[in-house]
């Protein structure tokens, strides 16, 4: 079953990490505007550097820009059985964005799953992110800022989601496994309730 869904949560919390797991066990493609991004300026062309001369400050890369790369995105023949869309939307204005996209489409979003962790926790684990990976936006005052707009920014649209009645919450603490073992259940009980997934 084709299964669309939306994975929110403060950086570092260990979306892309589940989200990889999650597209695995689901047979669905993840779409993470972060590594768009990063794979952009990786070559080095237009989109990569404007995109990032806001990621390496820890701002949100314009909405008309990231609205217009997720579009492309989202109108690629790959997508029919399903996707993942990992730190997308970021505001409330991209939810009103991707709302339009999706009716384009003819997709409705089943779920949105928020990955919940302390900022003192995602700090932690960013900063040694920053060691082991050497990311460009993992520095302590990025990192901060990151976090902040997080709470100023991305926050808030998970109200209209949990409004929607397709907000699930997931504790993002512990180990890979268990974090992974805790979406899984919060999904297949919250699935149960879904009219196009019930056999
Ligand atoms: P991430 O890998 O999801 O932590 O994203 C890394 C960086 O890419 C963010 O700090 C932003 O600068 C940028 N970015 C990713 N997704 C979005 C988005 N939906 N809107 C704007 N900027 C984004």
Do not use: W
């Not at 996707?83 to 204005?93: E, I, K, Q, V």
């Not at 808030?156 to 409004?163: A, H, T």
């Amino acid at each position: 079953m084709s299964l669309r869904m939306i994975m929110v949560g403060p950086p570092g919390a260990g979306k892309g990490t589940q989200a990889v797991g999650l597209c695995e066990r689901h047979n669905i493609i993840q779409v993470s505007t972060g590594d768009l991004f990063r794979a952009h300026a990786a070559a080095g062309d237009e989109l990569g550097q404007l995109a990032d001369s806001y990621t390496s400050r820890g701002e949100l890369v314009p909405d008309e820009v990231t609205n217009a790369m997720v579009r492309e995105r989202l109108a690629q023949p790959d997508m029919a059985n399903g996707f993942l869309l990992d730190g997308y939307p970021r505001n409330p204005s991209q939810v009103g964005a991707l709302d339009v996209m999706l009716i384009e489409q003819g997709l409705k979003i089943d779920l949105v799953l928020e990955l919940t962790a302390d900022d003192d926790e995602v700090f932690a684990r960013l900063l040694n992110r920053a060691k082991e990976q050497g990311r460009a936006d993992d520095n302590e005052d990025v990192i901060r800022h990151r976090i902040d707009i997080y709470h100023a920014s991305t926050k808030p649209l998970l109200d209209v989601y949990q409004e929607r009645g397709i907000l699930l919450k997931v504790d993002g603490s512990g180990t890979i496994d268990e974090v992974a073992n805790r979406i899984d259940a919060t999904i297949a009980g919250f699935l149960t309730q879904v009219s196009r997934f019930v056999a």
